[in-house]
């Protein structure tokens, strides 16, 4: 994905006599996001989330000679990077709250226990391979934990 923005910005570089403060911004944005890449992989996500928030809005820009707009302002190509961020780094965003606003290790681990035990009910009344079949989904980990344990249980009994 940097890779991408960062292909747009020469392109644009290239066709574009003086780059606009958006670009440039952009530039900067992109530059510091590529350098934490290599040292604070986490914050380097959280940066290219607001940059690219920014950049939906055009307060920030990575390509000045085409944009693709939906509804005179919302930069399409931008939301479509920003929703694939999103969902490809979910479980490092996840861990925002944790880090950023103070939610403690115990307090995760309890919500965990409270999931994986929502888990073992809704799935208690699944059969074996019902519970098997399910694991070749996708699933949250605490689903798939909430399996395993169910499956260990019925084999110690």
């Known amino acids: 994905m940097i890779i991408f923005?960062?292909?747009?910005?020469?392109y644009s570089l290239v066709?574009?006599?003086?780059?606009?403060?958006f670009?440039?911004?952009?530039?900067?944005?992109l530059t510091i996001v590529s350098i934490l890449l290599k040292f604070r992989n986490?914050?380097?996500?959280?940066?290219?989330?607001?940059?690219?928030?920014?950049?939906?809005?055009n307060l920030i820009s990575f390509n000045d000679s085409v944009q693709v707009t939906l509804m005179g302002?919302?930069?399409?190509?931008?939301?479509?990077?920003f929703c694939i961020l999103i969902y490809k780094k979910r479980k490092i965003l996840a861990t925002i709250n944790e880090k950023w606003f103070g939610t403690k290790k115990s307090e995760?681990?309890?919500?965990r226990t409270q999931r994986i035990q929502f888990f073992k009910k809704r799935f208690n009344n699944l059969t074996k391979q019902e519970l098997e079949n399910k694991l070749?989904?996708?699933?949250v980990d605490e689903a798939r934990k909430a399996i395993l344990e169910i499956i260990s249980e019925r084999e110690l009994r």
Do not use: C, K, M, R
């Not at 670009?23 to 944005?29: D, E, M, T, Y």
């Not at 986490?42 to 809005?57: A, E, H, M, P, T």
């Open 108 to 111: 995760y681990a309890e919500q």
């Open 42 to 57: 986490d914050l380097s996500v959280y940066l290219l989330v607001f940059l690219l928030g920014f950049g939906i809005i």
């Open 136 to 139: 070749s989904e996708e699933l």
């Open 5 to 10: 923005l960062w292909i747009n910005i020469i």
């Open 15 to 21: 066709h574009l006599s003086s780059p606009g403060i």
């Open 23 to 29: 670009l440039i911004s952009g530039i900067v944005g």
């Open 73 to 81: 302002f919302i930069n399409l190509t931008n939301l479509i990077l």
